[in-house]
């Protein structure tokens, strides 16, 4: 693993990840935001938006050795997958980060930059894109594939052979059961029940599922 870190997002989700980063060794060298916010680590400086990126970048001999990962939850997958690209286009690398608690499967695929937290579990033969977060007491069962900017809030369940689209949210607790298909850019609200397959760009609530929103006026 790199031994020096920066992130992108410079609130909670920060000091989850320095967390892990400095268990294992590393540690979180500078922080950038798209807002003017204090930093989430104290010692660590804060840098504003690709202009501070770019300043920031500048001033370091070897990008080449350094790892960046976006610290940014919810539902914003494609901001993770957008900030991967600029650290990407810079020489950084994009490691995965995985808990010592967690549970991996040795067949498990996992892409560039996907964060897996603690007391989670991913299982045998599963796929999971770029730009994930597997979050505190989630399970991806076997043979799931997850596309890139996928987010299992904490306690979320995948009950195996689960097809997930590009930057959904799957919310805290929520349950998908097996062999479902999910669209890209859908939202599962927390504690929600999923017992069908649900089409992209959709927001849905309870149990079992039901629609509540839709970006196509489904």
């Not at 597997?134 to 995948?158: M, W």
Request: glycine share 14%; aromatic share 4%; charged share 15%.
């Amino acid at each position: 693993m790199a031994k020096s870190f920066v992130l992108w997002g410079s609130a909670g989700h920060a000091k989850v990840l320095s967390e892990i980063i400095t268990d294992q060794g590393g540690r979180v060298v500078a922080l950038f935001d798209n807002s003017a916010v204090a930093t989430a680590l104290p010692g660590v400086p804060v840098y504003y938006g690709e202009e501070g990126f770019s300043i920031w970048a500048s001033t370091q001999v070897d990008l080449t050795s350094i790892a960046g990962l976006a610290a940014i939850g919810g539902g914003r997958g494609r901001d993770r997958v957008a900030i991967h690209k600029l650290f990407r286009n810079r020489g950084l690398l994009l490691p995965v980060l995985v808990h010592s608690s967690s549970v991996v499967s040795r067949t498990a695929k996992v892409g560039d930059g996907t964060q897996i937290l603690a007391l989670t579990n991913v299982g045998v033969d599963t796929y999971l894109g770029e730009a994930c977060i597997v979050n505190h007491r989630a399970s991806v069962d076997h043979e799931c594939v997850l596309g890139n900017g996928v987010h299992l809030a904490p306690g979320a369940t995948l009950c195996g052979c689960i097809t997930v689209g590009d930057n959904v949210f799957i919310g805290a607790g929520a349950v998908v059961l097996p062999r479902l298909s999910i669209g890209s850019d859908t939202v599962i609200g927390a504690g929600a029940v999923v017992t069908r397959d649900l089409p992209a760009g959709v927001t849905v609530a309870g149990n079992p599922a039901r629609i509540i929103r839709s970006t196509s006026g489904i």
